[in-house]
């Protein structure tokens, strides 16, 4: 998997727009970035991914640089259900095995 | 959406007993399932694809003796344990590949088990 890096906390006050940066310098041209996010002690929830269009549904948008070496995931009015776990992930895009490696993840506090 | 449960949801057993965990994709089909263990303040950590009708292949490091997984419908995969040790007491997960050509998967909400 191309690495991926990503800070290790971060804190949003509630309301406001939450916005988690992602760096993968090394992701090859047909690699897409996907993001997950775990509330604590559940399994993880699929949020969004892309590939170089920046993207937008119900939960989230996603901008990708242009060079694609990063991205940032947003979550316009972050609330308090929104604390989690939110990982970054750019899996094998050729081989197509379905494998999510997690790495450590951004850990957000959604404050009131 | 699309729905994968988990059973049980948390179990304690004894040390060298086994478990089995069971998980289940409730409204889709999924020939490929994934298991996950995670301990406490890290992250998931890949142990097993899940195929089915076809062996599982195990990631480096992963006893496939130790963690027996059966994928004996498009609905159900089991991950059991066998003669269990307090090091094996971990939160595991299973995700469900719906068979879309992407990596958007589809968790189970996990099962806490504690080897005393």
């Known amino acids: 998997d191309a690495k991926t890096t990503q800070p290790t906390s971060m804190d949003c006050a509630e309301g406001r727009a939450a916005n988690l940066p992602c760096n993968h310098s090394t992701i090859s041209g047909n690699e897409y970035v996907y993001w997950y996010r775990q509330i604590h002690s559940q399994g993880p929830q699929y949020i969004i991914h892309?590939?170089?269009n920046n993207e937008t549904n119900e939960m989230a948008s996603l901008i990708i640089t242009e060079d694609r070496k990063s991205s940032t995931l947003i979550l316009p009015h972050a609330t308090l259900r929104d604390t989690a776990v939110y990982y970054c992930i750019v899996p094998y895009g050729s081989s197509n095995t379905g494998k999510l490696i997690f790495g450590q993840g951004t850990t957000l506090q959604v404050k009131p | 959406g699309a729905v994968v449960s988990q059973h049980p949801s948390w179990v304690i057993c004894k040390s060298g007993t086994s478990v089995k965990i069971e998980c289940r994709s409730l409204d889709f089909q999924a020939t490929t399932m994934f298991w996950y263990r995670q301990f406490p303040k890290q992250s998931l950590m890949l142990m097993a694809t899940?195929?089915?009708?076809?062996?599982?292949?195990?990631e480096q490091g992963v006893e496939k003796d130790k963690f027996l997984i059966n994928h004996a419908s498009l609905t159900l995969s089991t991950l059991t344990v066998t003669s269990a040790h307090p090091e094996d007491s971990s939160f595991y997960i299973c995700s469900a590949d719906p068979g879309s050509a992407s990596y958007e998967q589809y968790f189970g909400p996990g099962t806490r088990l504690t080897v005393t």
């Open positions: 899940s195929n089915e009708g076809s062996k599982a292949t195990y």
């Open positions: 892309g590939l170089k």
